[in-house]
């Protein structure tokens, strides 16, 4: 059981991590390389690593492969960013959900 609750709230934790802030396309940093989430005008999202960019073109290493994206096709760029508040607030939820969880099934238990 305590494996269990430690594999959940292990998995949980680095899922929320991260957040993405949106940017304008002219202030990204093609030093850095950090992760992207790109907006289309036909509504899609491609989320990748950036490769290198122009005036008229993004290019993006996804899972799939490198994905060229047409600056004119851009609705929002979004980066990646480490939350802490996010990372803290997991951190310390967690193992107050998980003593309520358990609270909760031993009171059902022995009633």
Known sequence: ???????LSFSLLFQSCYSYKSIDYN????????????????KTSVKGR??????????????????????EEIYDVKVRNFSFLKSAGLIV???????????????IVFL
Do not use: R
């Open 1 to 7: 059981m305590k494996k269990l609750l430690f594999l």
């Open 27 to 42: 202030n990204i940093e093609t030093e850095k390389k950090q992760k992207y989430e790109v907006l289309m005008l036909n």
């Open 50 to 71: 950036l490769v290198s960019k122009n005036e008229k073109t993004m290019i993006l290493q996804t899972k799939d492969g490198q994905g060229t994206i047409p600056v």
């Open 93 to 107: 939820g967690v193992p107050i959900v998980a003593y309520i969880g358990l609270a909760i099934v031993a009171i």
